[in-house]
């Protein structure tokens, strides 16, 4: 990273990239998600001294999760900013039944997982917020925009509050860049461009479900510890936090797989195809990664619900092939 006085922000990156006669829309929009993210940021490490942060609603919501006050406010926080904004035909969001409609003559509609890693809020470990926009195909704006594959998202990004807080956003095409926040002045600056990584040093998935697995998911799992990766020749090791962000992220910088397998009884596992495996699929395959149910491929899955759940495996290329190949004489029961 530059100089802090000499860094570039989020903003000046992104309109060093736009093509002439843009009408600075998507600036704007990620402005929107810049303002939310120092919001929540600073209300995160206020240590929840506000009172607003910590310990459970007493909601349940659409997902059949019980709310913790944190998603709650993070939800209300990000709708209530973007709703306002006027840059979005219809939000969805993780935490609300329906969608929402906002300006019909906008050209986007986004999808959020206002806060990923809700188990963790409590007990101080990292969570993060993750983001899908996509052009609006329909006419004003309505549920069928969002059921457009992964490959078709504008963008997609998340945010991670921990130790620092960072935004990593990928848009189609480009490369995809790590940004850090500036506390002192709200703005995420850049850090890096992201490097695409070929070996898995790690692998993130949660084996307190093994017996719940079917036989292709622990071939695989046998395989990853059994076989030393294919350019480095070393062991891979494990790590799982369960948030979603925090274990991405170090799979994305490290070189990694992560997979939330369908289970026995759930078939389509528990991650949300809008607001968690449609983003993290864009940003993986563009650092030359891949993202699959290990049926079907993740950017060319089309949704036909907004809370759908799917199978997730996202990581190195040549671990969620193996995955797919181990998988392929299955079916999820
Ligand atoms: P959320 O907090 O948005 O509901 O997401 C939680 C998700 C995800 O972050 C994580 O990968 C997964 O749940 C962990 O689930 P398990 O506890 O079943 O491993
Ligand atoms: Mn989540
Ligand atoms: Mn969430």
């Keep these: 990273?530059?100089?802090?006085?000499?860094?570039?922000?989020?903003?000046?990156?992104?309109?060093?990239?736009?093509?002439?006669g843009a009408r600075g829309v998507f600036t704007r929009i990620m402005m929107e998600l810049q303002y939310c993210a120092h919001m929540l940021s600073t209300m995160i490490k206020s240590g929840g001294l506000s009172g607003q942060i910590l310990g459970f609603t007493g909601e349940i919501n659409v997902q059949d999760?019980?709310?913790?006050?944190?998603?709650?406010?993070?939800?209300?926080?990000?709708?209530?900013r973007l709703a306002n904004s006027?840059?979005?035909?219809?939000?969805?969001?993780e935490e609300m039944d329906d969608i929402m409609t906002g300006d019909p003559e906008a050209d986007y509609v986004i999808a959020l997982d206002p806060l990923d890693g809700s188990s963790n809020i409590d007990v101080n470990v990292s969570i993060g917020t993750i983001f899908s926009i996509k052009r609006k195909i329909t006419e004003k704006g309505g549920v069928e925009d969002f059921f457009q594959p992964a490959k078709d998202q504008v963008c997609a990004g998340y945010v991670i509050y921990s130790s620092r807080t960072e935004l990593v956003m990928a848009i189609p095409g480009s490369d995809v860049h790590l940004f850090v926040l500036d506390p002192m002045t709200g703005q995420f600056v850049v850090d890096r461009k992201l490097e695409p990584?070929?070996?898995?040093?790690?692998?993130?998935?949660?084996?307190?479900?093994?017996?719940k697995f079917d036989e292709g998911v622990k071939d695989w799992v046998r395989w990853l510890r059994r076989e030393p990766t294919p350019v480095t020749g070393k062991s891979r090791?494990?790590?799982?936090?369960g948030s979603?962000?925090?274990?991405?992220?170090?799979?994305?910088l490290?070189?990694?797989?992560?997979?939330?397998?369908?289970q026995k009884g759930k078939k389509s596992g528990k991650l949300r195809l809008l607001y968690e495996a449609q983003p993290m699929t864009l940003i993986q395959t563009c650092l030359s990664g891949r993202a699959s149910t290990g049926?079907?491929?993740?950017?060319?899955?089309?949704?036909?619900?907004?809370?759908?759940?799917?199978?997730?495996?996202?990581?190195?290329?040549?671990?969620?092939?193996?995955?797919?190949?181990l998988l392929a004489n299955s079916e999820p029961d």
């Design 1 to 20: 990273m530059q100089e802090p006085i000499q860094a570039t922000t989020l903003s000046q990156h992104i309109m060093a990239s736009m093509p002439p």
């Design 65 to 80: 999760e019980e709310v913790k006050a944190l998603d709650d406010l993070a939800n209300r926080v990000l709708m209530t």
């Design 254 to 262: 490290e070189g990694g797989v992560f997979a939330y397998p369908h």
């Design 244 to 252: 979603l962000v925090a274990d991405f992220h170090r799979n994305l």
């Design 295 to 325: 049926w079907d491929d993740l950017m060319e899955l089309v949704p036909t619900e907004i809370h759908q759940r799917v199978p997730l495996i996202v990581g190195t290329t040549p671990e969620v092939e193996k995955y797919e190949e």
């Design 86 to 93: 006027g840059l979005f035909a219809a939000l969805a969001s």
């Design 197 to 211: 990584k070929d070996d898995a040093k790690y692998y993130s998935l949660n084996e307190a479900y093994w017996d």
């Design 237 to 241: 090791s494990a790590r799982y936090i």
